[in-house]
C-alpha cells in the first residue's frame, strides 16, 4: 500500500484521513454512517443541524443521507448561514428488482473484447488503486478509502475493468454504510463509485461493475438493498440507475462541505 491507501488532492486526502479517523471515535453509534469517505448521520431534519454542522467542521465535509423533502429547505438555508456549502442530492433507491435487473444484465452482457474484470482485494498492487483514481479522479470521483475498497474494514466490494496494459478503464462499489441496528437503512450498503474513461463509454462498463458489485454483496454479504445519491441533472448516472430498477426517493441526501477546509466547496461528483 502507498502512503495510507486513499488518493484525491491534499484536501481530499486530508479529509478522508479524518474520516477514517472518525469512524474509529463514533463507529459503534447507530446514528452514525461511513462508507470510506467521511462520516455522516443515517437519518436527519432541521433539528440534527447542529449535529450535521458539527461533523462538517471537523472533517470538512458530511451529509444527512436520509432527509424528508419538507425538512430539505430549512437545513439548506441554516447551512448556508453557517457559512457550509449545501449539496442535495436524489437518493436512488435498489432492492429485489434491482438484483433481478443485475442478474440479467450479467447474464447477457459479457465486458467488450480485451477487458477484464478485477476485484480490489487486500492484495491488489497499489498500481491498480492509483490507475483507479486516476480515472475516478479524472471524472469527477473521489474513490473511497483503500481500505473500504480493499474490503477489510466492512462488508466491500469494488470492482475494476481494466484494459490489455493493465490501466483501469471504470470502476464501481458497494459499501456498508449504517450500523445494521439502525432501524431506517440498517443493512441497505452505498452502492455507486462509477466511473468510466471518457473514450470506454455507452460501452455498458458502468451497468456490468454495477451489477456484479450489487451481486457480490447479495451473494456474500447477505446484502439486498442499496442507495446511491445523484445529483439532479447527472443524466448518464440517472440512467445507470434506472436501467438497474433503482427508484428515486422523495428523501433527498443533504451534503454540506466547510470551504475552509475544502476549498471547491465539493467533496465529489
Ligand atoms: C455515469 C457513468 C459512470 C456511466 O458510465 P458508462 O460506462 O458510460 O455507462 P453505461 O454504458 O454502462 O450506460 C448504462 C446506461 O446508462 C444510461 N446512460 C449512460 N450514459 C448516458 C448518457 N450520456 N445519457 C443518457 N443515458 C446514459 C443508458 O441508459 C445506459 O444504458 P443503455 O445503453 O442500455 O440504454 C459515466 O458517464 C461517468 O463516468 N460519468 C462521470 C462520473 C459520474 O458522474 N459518476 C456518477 C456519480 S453519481
Known amino acids: 500500500m502507498t502512503q ?19 469512524f474509529d471515535i463514533l463507529g459503534q453509534d447507530p446514528r452514525y454512517t461511513y462508507y470510506g469517505r467521511t462520516v455522516g ?38 447551512l448556508t448561514a453557517r457559512n457550509l456549502v449545501p449539496i442535495a442530492y436524489s437518493r436512488w433507491d435498489g432492492g429485489a428488482a434491482s438484483l433481478a435487473a443485475a442478474k440479467a444484465i450479467v447474464r ?20 491498480v488503486l492509483a490507475s483507479l ?14 481500505e473500504v475498497l480493499r474490503g477489510l474494514l466492512n462488508p466491500a466490494v469494488c470492482l475494476v475493468a481494466q484494459d490489455g496494459e493493465g490501466k483501469v478503464v471504470s470502476c464501481g462499489a458497494s459499501a456498508g454504510f449504517a450500523h445494521p441496528d439502525h432501524p ?13 474513461d471518457t473514450a470506454w463509454r455507452g460501452r455498458k462498463l458502468a451497468l456490468i461493475l454495477g451489477a456484479h458489485a450489487m451481486l457480490s454483496m447479495s ?31 422523495v428523501a433527498v441526501i443533504l451534503g454540506c462541505a466547510d470551504p475552509r477546509s ?5 467533496m465529489t461528483k
Do not use: K
Open 108 to 127: 447477457d452482457l459479457p465486458l467488450p473484447a480485451g477487458l477484464t474484470m478485477t476485484r480490489i482485494d487486500a492484495d491488489t498492487p497499489s498500481t
Open 41 to 78: 448521520l443515517a437519518t436527519g431534519t432541521v433539528r440534527d443541524l447542529d449535529h450535521l454542522t458539527a461533523l462538517a467542521r471537523v472533517q470538512g465535509n458530511a451529509a444527512i443521507a436520509l432527509v424528508p423533502e419538507a425538512e430539505v429547505a430549512a437545513l439548506h438555508d441554516g
Open 184 to 196: 431506517v437503512p440498517g443493512r441497505q450498503a452505498y452502492w455507486g463509485m462509477l466511473a468510466t
Open 262 to 266: 475544502l476549498r471547491s466547496g465539493r
Open 133 to 146: 483514481a486516476d480515472m475516478a479522479l479524472g471524472s469527477g470521483v473521489l474513490p473511497l478509502a483503500g
Open 219 to 249: 451473494r456474500n454479504h447477505g446484502i439486498e438493498a442499496f442507495f446511491t445519491g445523484v445529483e439532479p441533472g447527472n443524466t448518464p448516472s440517472e440512467g445507470v440507475c434506472t436501467r438497474l430498477m433503482f427508484a428515486r426517493s
Open 4 to 22: 495510507d491507501d486513499i488518493y484525491g488532492s491534499d484536501e481530499q486526502r486530508a479529509l478522508l484521513r479524518r474520516g477514517r479517523a472518525l
